[in-house]
């Protein structure tokens, strides 16, 4: 479980982009944080991935303040995809997920490639093994992505806005296969697409001026966003 | 790792080859000349150092109960070299100047000679003295007294200053120079044994004496030297030297102005493996330097900010100085031998490019990346190792390459501090045989049968990264 604690956030230039928040994310499911752009919740995800450091309150992992979590434990346990994924371009995409299980779990090449490979087929990518990530489409690259970040087997996942390099289409593709991979860890996806948010999460909460506006199950959520 | 290992060894071998050698051994008596200089010193058809100068060197060495060893070098560094204690002594046919009697001492002269004008055959300018030659070119070697003598005595004179005599014979032929001033000697011998179409004209210009200069703190030496020179004259050992080189049908023609093929391939490929070994010494000593440089040139903010801003200025400094000046500074001012001087010049004149090459492509490399790695928990060594760097070396390959290419040309210079690479063999070739066009010509396309290859793999290497997609813009 994750707790935010009166979390507040203020850059440099003085812009106070996460003012005063609490929430929790449970340990199941997918959890969506939503809203407009400059909302705060990218701020957020990088409080929580620990990429950013507020200034006031604190965030704790299962009780734990993360401050105090080794860096190495705490990135074995909170996953992150970027919005531009950050995918090695000179490895290929079985490659991009030994990388990390060999440097940072320590195991051996071999330990490492069979647990790849059977993450890929489990995420039902496994073809794309060999392929360099200048060789897979948006769609693909984003599912090669979230396996690399799984393949260490996080507790969290957080995705920032999947969702901005894909059409319609492939969208909601995505947001079904998304879905099936809840059984693996708990997500949390910032997203501005909601629509996105109403397919793949049962809870969320909506930001507005660093602030959060609406939380909850999504249904209510997204009704109230509707109303107000 | 097994490869570093093999290459590591390989330099260390290199290194203990060229290494290091004292070059005033206690043993030896180290001479310089120029090899270039016929009949006083040039090479023989089986390649090796012969001339009048060599046969005094060897006599003296003897009679002072030391192990001659001749090093032959380039004229304008030859004193340099001397006061460098590159050597014990020149015995080079330099002539004894109040000047140059400034920084050395000279033994009693072992020879007599003086400047002669020498012109044309079909004398196209119509000149029969040097006092006719205002306006007109008139060579000689860079370095040698006949140049102060011109430019002090005959303003007027257009002073042409070359390499070596091969070069002024070469541009006489081609009537690119009016005439050129040399010894009386070598002159009067170039005409009668290379069938030089060259004639002298007019009076000495004026008397030299020719001296051995010794360094003014072996004062010990020098009288050993004037002992010798002395004994030789008396018992005739000098008149049989002279000779053999001047005396009338003495020297048999056979042996001058030709020089076997095998020879001269074995001196071109010997010549060749020395300027390749530098190249490869100095590319690995350089490209080594050059990754931490260059990553320390990338961090300008930080705790690392005054280490950054030395290794800029060093940089700047080598990639702003001509890498001949670097390579006399480091053979006759820091007074290293000349394998290591060219190694570490040449080294650290490539890790200043390359270092540059590679702050670009670390720069060239998407920032998200390290972010991306570091999201996965690696650490920030991993990082750099298995993300970051990758990356950017492929994405230097082809300016790399490029910084190879122009150090395996470069290697030409490193003649100048006395290394017997391809352009020093080539011309020591040329003084005897007096073939320029042929002999550079063949230097430079062994040059370029090593750098085309490397040309062509860079281009691919381009290639291929364009197709991976590396590197944002």
């Known amino acids: 479980m994750i707790e935010v604690k009166k979390l507040s956030y203020t850059y440099a230039d003085g812009t106070k982009a996460v003012d005063d928040i609490s929430m929790t994310f449970p340990e199941q499911g ?16 990088n409080c929580i991935a620990r990429f950013l450091f507020p200034q006031e309150g604190e965030i704790l992992l299962d009780g ?12 074995q346990q909170v996953g992150v995809v970027f919005q531009h994924l950050n995918l090695f371009p000179h490895l290929n995409v079985l490659e991009n997920m030994m990388l990390a299980l060999e440097r ?11 647990e790849s490979m059977e993450m890929l087929e489990r995420l039902s990518i496994v073809d794309l093994a060999q392929n360099y990530p200048a060789q897979v489409s948006g769609g693909q690259a984003q599912r090669v992505a979230i396996a690399r970040g799984l393949a260490l087997k996080p507790k969290f996942m957080l995705l920032d806005e999947p969702t901005s390099a894909l059409d319609a289409a492939t969208t909601s593709d995505f947001a079904r ?10 997500f949390i996806v910032v997203t501005h697409d909601l629509p996105f948010a109403e397919q793949t999460a049962e809870q969320g909460v909506f930001m507005e001026s660093g602030q959060v506006r609406e939380q909850g199950s999504l249904v209510e959520v997204l009704k109230n966003i509707d109303r107000g | 790792m097994h490869y570093a ?6 330099t260390l071998t290199f290194l203990a080859l060229v290494g290091p050698r004292p070059a005033a051994a206690e043993e030896e008596f180290v001479t310089a000349l120029t090899g270039k200089f016929p009949p006083f010193s040039y090479y023989d058809n089986q390649g090796n150092l012969a001339g009048f100068d060599v046969d005094v060197s060897r006599e003296i060495a003897q009679r002072i109960n030391l192990k001659s060893q001749i090093i032959a070098t380039e004229w304008d560094g030859i004193l340099a070299g001397l006061l460098a204690e590159k050597y014990d002594a020149i015995i080079g046919s330099m002539a004894i100047t109040p000047v140059r009697q400034q920084s050395v001492d000279f033994s009693t002269p072992y020879y007599h ?13 119509k000149v029969y003295s040097i006092s006719e030659c205002d306006g007109l070119r008139i060579a000689v070697v860079l370095g040698e007294t006949y140049q102060h003598f011109l430019e002090e005595k005959f303003p007027e004179v257009e002073v042409v200053t070359l390499k070596s005599g091969a070069e002024i014979f070469a541009m006489l032929e081609q009537k690119r120079i009016t005439g050129f001033v040399t010894d009386r000697l070598v002159g009067a011998w170039q005409v009668k044994e290379a069938g030089r179409s060259f004639v002298p004209v007019g009076e000495m210009l004026y008397k030299e004496r020719i001296g051995i200069p010794v360094r003014k703190d072996r004062p010990e030496l020098l009288g050993q030297i004037n002992q010798a020179l002395a004994a030789m ?21 056979s042996e001058l102005g030709t020089m076997q093929t095998s020879v001269i391939a074995i001196k071109l490929l010997k010549g060749f493996a020395v300027s390749l070994a530098i190249a490869f010494a100095a590319i690995l000593f350089g490209f080594a330097l050059a990754i931490p440089c260059g990553l320390l040139l990338t961090f300008r903010r930080g705790s690392l900010k005054p280490i950054h801003f030395l290794v800029r200025a060093f940089v700047d400094f080598i990639r702003g100085t001509p890498v001949l000046i670097q390579l006399l500074f480091v053979w006759l001012g820091l007074g290293l031998s000349p394998f290591p001087a060219a190694i570490l010049t040449l080294g650290i004149c490539a890790m200043a490019y390359m270092a540059e090459v590679i702050r670009a492509g670390l720069m060239s490399v998407d920032p998200g990346q390290d972010l991306g790695a570091r999201a996965l928990g690696l650490s920030p060594v991993d990082r750099f190792r298995f993300v970051v760097w990758p990356q950017a070396f492929r994405i230097a390959i082809p300016p790399l390459m490029n910084c190879v290419v122009s150090l395996v040309k470069d290697t030409a210079l490193v003649s100048i501090i006395s290394i017997p690479e391809l352009i020093r063999e080539a011309q020591s070739i040329i003084s005897v045989t007096f073939e320029p066009g042929l002999y550079y010509l063949i230097a430079g396309l062994m040059f370029f049968a090593v750098t085309f290859p490397l ?11 364009k197709a991976k997609g590396f590197s944002h813009d």
């Open chain 1, 177 to 186: 296969w998304l879905r099936e991979l809840k059984e693996f860890t708990s």
């Open chain 2, 113 to 125: 000679s003086g400047a002669q004008l020498f012109i044309h055959r079909d004398n196209p300018n």
């Open chain 1, 104 to 114: 940072v779990q320590g195991k051996t090449k071999a330990a490492a490639k069979m």
């Open chain 2, 455 to 465: 040309m062509k793999f860079s281009d691919r290497v381009e290639q291929s990264i």
């Open chain 2, 233 to 253: 004259e008396d018992d005739g050992t000098m008149q049989d030297i002279h000779q053999r080189y001047f005396g009338l049908g003495k020297t048999s023609s």
């Open chain 2, 5 to 10: 290992r093999i290459i590591i060894t390989l």
């Open chain 1, 64 to 75: 734990q303040d993360i401050q105090a979590i080794k860096e190495i434990d705490f990135r």
């Open chain 1, 30 to 45: 997918i959890f969506a944080v939503m809203g407009q752009s400059g909302s705060g919740k990218t701020t957020l995800l």
